[in-house]
C-alpha cells in the first residue's frame, strides 16, 4: 500500500514492544540464528525487494531485535535470491549484556519493589537514538537494521540525513520526533483505536500514515489514496497523548520534547484526511538513556474450560478448584513453589463485575 501509493523516499518498520523483545531473547536462546522479527525479512521485504530497489526507496527498521546481525544476514540473502544490490547497515551497541556484572555491582534494584537486580537476567538493551541511523544514511545505506532503539528514531533519523540537522536544534529534533511518534504505531493514528471508531470506515482496506516533512519541521500527515480509515484532529490527537506521559517533558535520547502547545490543523481537500501539524519545541536531551532488561521469573498459564448444563457457575468454580488443588499436589511431589498469583474467571458469569453481578445467573 505504502509502497506503491505512497512516493516515499523512505519507508520505516516499527516492531518492537517490551514484551517483544522478551520473547525474542528466548528465540535467540533456542538458536544464535533467531532473535529479530522473521516476518521482516519473509513477509515485508522478499516479495517487494526488487521494487524498493527500483523506487530507490530506503527501509529503515528495528527488526533487528536482539540479533539486528542475523537480521541483515537473512535480508541480504534475500536480496542475493532477488539479483539487487544492496547496502544493508547495522545499528549496534545496544547490547548491555556485557556490563551485566557491573551493573549488578552498583546496587541497581527493582524501582518498585526494591527487590535486588535479579539472577536469570536474559537481555538488556538501552534504547539508542537517531543519530547512527542518520550516520549510516549518510554512508550510503539503502536498509537501516536497528536493535532496540526509541520508536520515533526511526523517522527521525532519516530527517536529520536529508535535512542536515544540527544536534542543538532542539526544536527540529522535536518536531521530527512528533513525526515519528505520531506515525510510530502505524494505523492507530489513521482511526485504527479511534474512541469515535463508528465514524471511521473501511477498516478491512485501513490506509497506514504517511509524513511529508520540511526542513522547518512542520509537517503533514496523511494517508494513500483509496485507502480506509480516517485521519482527523480527533484521530491524530489521541495518538499525540498516547504512552506520552509528561507532555512537556517527554524524554528521548536526542531531544527532550515539549508537545504542549502543538497545533493539528485539518487539511481539507485530501482523500481520507490530512492535517499539518507544528509547534512541537525541544530541549537538550538529559544524560541518561533508558534500558529494557529481560529475565526468567517463572511460567504464566492460562486455562480455559468449558462448562454446560444445570449449575454451570457452580461447576466451573469446582472445576477451577480442582484443578488448582491437582496441580498443587503436583508441585508439592517435585519440590515446584507454589503459584505467586492465580486468577479464575467464570466468563458468562459476571465474575468481572464484582458486586454489581446478578446473584441468580446460576440456574
Not at 23 to 52: C, H, Q
Not at 141 to 148: K, L, N, S
Not at 291 to 312: E, Q
Not at 319 to 338: C, H, V
Request: hydrophobic share 40%; aromatic share 8%.
Amino acid at each position: 500500500q505504502l509502497l506503491y501509493g505512497g512516493k516515499l523516499d523512505f519507508l520505516v518498520f516499527d516492531y518492537l514492544s517490551e514484551i517483544t523483545m522478551s520473547l525474542l531473547t528466548a528465540a535467540k536462546a533456542r538458536s544464535p540464528l533467531l532473535g529479530y522479527i522473521p516476518d521482516f525479512v519473509s513477509t515485508a521485504m522478499a516479495p517487494y525487494i526488487k521494487d524498493i530497489h527500483r523506487k530507490g526507496v530506503r527501509v529503515i527498521s528495528n527488526a533487528g531485535g536482539i540479533n539486528p546481525h542475523a537480521c541483515a544476514a537473512a535480508l541480504q540473502e534475500v536480496a542475493k535470491k532477488a539479483d539487487v544490490d544492496l547496502k544493508i547497515a547495522v545499528v549496534a551497541g545496544d547490547d548491555l549484556m556485557s556490563e551485566k556484572e557491573n551493573l549488578k555491582g552498583a546496587g541497581i534494584s527493582d524501582l518498585e519493589s526494591g527487590k535486588p537486580f535479579p539472577e536469570s537476567i536474559h537481555s538488556m538493551n538501552v534504547y539508542l537514538g537517531a543519530r547512527p541511523i542518520s550516520r549510516a544514511l549518510d554512508l550510503g545505506a539503502d536498509i537501516v537494521v536497528t536493535g532496540r532503539c526509541v520508536d520515533s528514531g526511526i523517522v527521525l533519523g532519516p530527517l536529520i540525513h536529508s535535512f542536515g540537522w544540527n544536534r542543538d536544534e532542539f526544536d527540529l529534533l522535536a518536531a521530527g520526533s512528533l513525526a515519528g511518534h505520531l506515525i510510530e504505531c502505524g494505523a492507530q493514528c489513521t482511526g485504527g483505536i479511534f474512541t469515535d471508531w463508528h465514524a471511521v470506515p473501511d477498516w478491512h482496506n485501513i490506509g497506514f500514515p504517511i509524513v511529508e516533512c520540511s526542513s522547518e519541521g512542520d509537517f503533514i500527515l496523511s494517508k494513500p489514496p483509496d485507502t480506509g480509515g480516517l485521519i482527523s484532529f480527533g484521530t491524530v490527537a489521541e495518538q499525540l497523548v498516547y504512552e506520552l506521559g509528561n507532555p512537556q517533558r517527554y524524554l528521548l535520547p536526542d531531544v527532550t520534547c515539549d508537545f504542549s502547545e502543538v497545533s493539528i490543523t485539518e487539511i481539507p481537500g485530501f482523500d481520507g484526511g490530512a492535517v499539518k501539524v507544528h509547534g512541537a519545541k525541544g530541549l537538550p536531551p538529559s544524560t541518561f538513556y533508558k534500558v529494557n532488561a529481560t529475565y526468567l521469573d517463572g511460567f504464566r498459564a492460562t486455562a480455559v474450560c468449558p462448562v454446560g448444563g444445570p449449575k454451570a457457575v457452580q461447576k466451573g468454580k469446582r472445576t477451577a478448584e480442582s484443578i488448582l488443588q491437582r496441580t498443587r499436589l503436583i508441585f508439592s511431589q517435585l519440590g515446584y513453589e507454589d503459584y505467586s498469583a492465580v486468577n479464575i474467571q467464570v466468563l458468562g458469569s459476571e465474575d468481572t463485575y464484582g458486586p454489581h453481578a446478578r446473584r441468580s445467573i446460576d440456574g
